[in-house]
């Protein structure tokens, strides 16, 4: 079945960068986009950012492109999401998804992580 774990989140001071890791088992990662995804507390699922099969394409929703990478490894069959410049804002569950669909700009989830905590406090 398709497992996906995340690591790597953690604490972090506004400005300061984290990078996440998903490690993916169940399924043959390379033929799949995939995706990170976060919840605020009190707030609903937000896409954040999806890397295509071979890593050829990418996209970020508004409020993380420019600071935030997302980028993967076909041999190991992990994800990664750097986090750069952090804000407060992005203080969230962050999860690891598996893309089922990506028609335009948002791409759609079938499968996700337990997610990884980020907090962004000074």
């Known amino acids: 079945q398709v497992q996906l774990v995340e690591s790597g989140g953690g604490l972090a001071q506004p400005g300061g960068s984290l990078r996440l890791s998903c490690a993916a088992s169940?399924?043959?990662?390379?033929?799949?986009?995939m995706g990170w995804a976060r919840q605020a507390p009190g707030k609903g699922m937000e896409w954040v950012a999806a890397?295509?099969?071979?890593?050829?394409?990418?996209g970020y929703t508004d409020s993380v492109q420019g600071r935030f990478i997302i980028s993967r490894d076909n041999v190991k069959n992990e994800l990664y999401l750097q986090m750069n410049s952090l804000k407060p804002e992005d203080t969230a569950l962050y999860y690891c998804?598996?893309?089922?669909?990506?028609?335009?700009?948002?791409?759609?989830?079938?499968?996700r992580g337990q997610g990884t905590q980020v907090t962004v406090t000074s």
């Open positions: 890397i295509y099969t071979d890593g050829s394409g990418t």
């Open positions: 998804a598996k893309v089922s669909r990506w028609p335009d700009k948002v791409p759609y989830f079938d499968y």
């Open positions: 169940g399924f043959v990662f390379s033929n799949y986009a």
